[in-house]
Nanobody, 111 residues
């Protein structure tokens, strides 16, 4: 079955960086677009970034220029490099493909 397992979250000060990973299994990883979403308490789930099968990247306006999504098809891994983090980036970050979701990893940006 499809499994998506996120890791790499934590507590970071404003202006800092974090790198998230998502280990995928149970499907042909290289054949599907992959996405990162986030959900903050009391807010709707928000699309953060998408990487297509061919490697094309799309970002929400709120993270453009600060976050970078990437994929390693050989290792079935999805990544999100987050730089210049802001308190408003605090959320649970979730890996997604089609209707499948990971459980998420908490990112907290606070001094």
């Amino acid at each position: 079955q499809v499994q998506l397992v996120e890791s790499g979250g934590g507590l970071v000060q404003p202006g800092g960086s974090l790198s998230l990973s998502c280990a995928a299994s149970g499907f042909s990883f290289s054949s599907y677009a992959m996405s990162w979403y986030r959900q903050a308490p009391g807010k709707e789930r928000e699309l953060v970034a998408v990487v297509s099968v061919g490697g094309a990247e799309t970002y929400s306006d709120s993270v453009k220029g600060r976050f970078t999504i990437s994929r390693d098809n050989g290792k079935n891994m999805l990544f999100l490099q987050m730089n210049s983090l802001k308190p408003e980036d605090t959320a649970v970050y979730l890996c997604n493909t089609r209707r499948f979701w990971g459980r998420g990893t908490q990112v907290t940006v606070s001094s």
